[in-house]
């Protein structure tokens, strides 16, 4: 189990460890992201509120979420270990340092970026994650007319009963909670201001995962780059609308 080893203690397993977890968490959201779009229908939340059912009772996603949270600490692990190898392997004294000449500013500010992004999650997590799975949820029915058009109604907390929450049309309203906090100015500010982080940390990470793991070459370097670059605007600038249309618009 040498290679083991090899990977966890070395700077190039170490790095390898780092794209692989890049990698799958970029994947995850871009599914996140195709998910919480429900939330922009002119439904009531219906297609979001079964869509969060469907997330959290499936047994292939439920076993694909263990693998999410075990990456996203191995991210962060790694990246800590990999931050204090560098800094005591970097020569003290180095007085001639033009980091601008060799580096692009993300490339260099990955750490400060990454945290953003790890304050973000603790946040959000905390906000809707934590609430669906231990929160003290709202509830709503729907009902759809003869023409298929969906209404809704909240129901009272004090009206919530075992029997009710199993009727059809009864749902548990996260789509309520995200409503709820994005009326208010500063999420809405955090949540910005968070996608701007995460758009200059995927502009780096995402062609660095690929050279990493040495899918590399004069051909096709250029395409990943430029399918990272669009990747980074267009899918932080969707998560952030997300907010903005709550605020501004709904
Ligand atoms: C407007 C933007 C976003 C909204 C409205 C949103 C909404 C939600 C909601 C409602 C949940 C809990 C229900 C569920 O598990 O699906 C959740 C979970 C989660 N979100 Fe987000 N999210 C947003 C952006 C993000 C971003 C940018 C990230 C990562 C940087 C992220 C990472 C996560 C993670 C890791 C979970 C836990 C997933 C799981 O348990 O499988 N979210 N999000």
Known sequence: MSWVKNVVTG????????????????TFLVVHLIGNLQLLKDDGGYAFNTYSVFM????????VSYILYFSILLHVFVSIALTIKNSKARPTGYRVNKPGSTSIWQSRNMGILGTIVLIFLVIHLQ??????KWGDMPYVKYEFNDVGEVSRSSIAN?????ELKHE??????????????????WIVAIYVVSMIGLAFHLSHGFQSAFQTLG?????????????GMVFSIVIPALF????IYFFFIH
């Open 127 to 132: 906000g809707f994650w934590a609430q669906y």
């Open 215 to 227: 899918i590399n070459h004069a051909s096709y370097t250029p395409t990943i780059k430029f399918v």
């Open 168 to 185: 059809e049309g009864v749902y548990r309203d996260l789509f309520m909670v995200v409503e709820d906090a994005f009326a208010q100015w």
């Open 56 to 63: 959290t009772t499936n047994p292939i996603i439920k076993t």
């Open 158 to 162: 004090q009206d919530v009963t075992e």
């Open 11 to 26: 700077s190039l397993g170490k790095k390898f460890l780092m794209s692989l977890t890049g990698l799958f968490l970029i």
């Open 240 to 243: 952030a609308w997300i907010p």
